[in-house]
């Protein structure tokens, strides 16, 4: 799951987001970003979605599963 933490703070910082605001377009506290990007806690699957939706990636990338074994 660190390929996780990673990618969602990847994100947050390619579209020029602080924290609070990534949290405010999916309906979380900064502080659950933060929890997140540190591999302490993770999205639900109702937030997987939405951040798929918001930042237009599939979850599989996020969570590194679109390698080809």
Not at 21 to 48: A, C, H, M
């Amino acid at each position: 799951m660190e390929t996780l933490s990673k990618r969602l703070k990847e994100l947050r910082l390619e579209n020029k987001l602080t924290q609070t605001k990534f949290g405010k377009l999916i309906n979380v506290s900064q502080d659950t970003i933060s929890l997140w990007e540190k591999g302490k806690s993770y999205p639900t699957i109702e937030y997987l979605y939405a951040i798929c939706k918001e930042f237009s990636v599939s979850a599989d990338y996020l969570l590194d599963l679109d390698k080809n074994n």
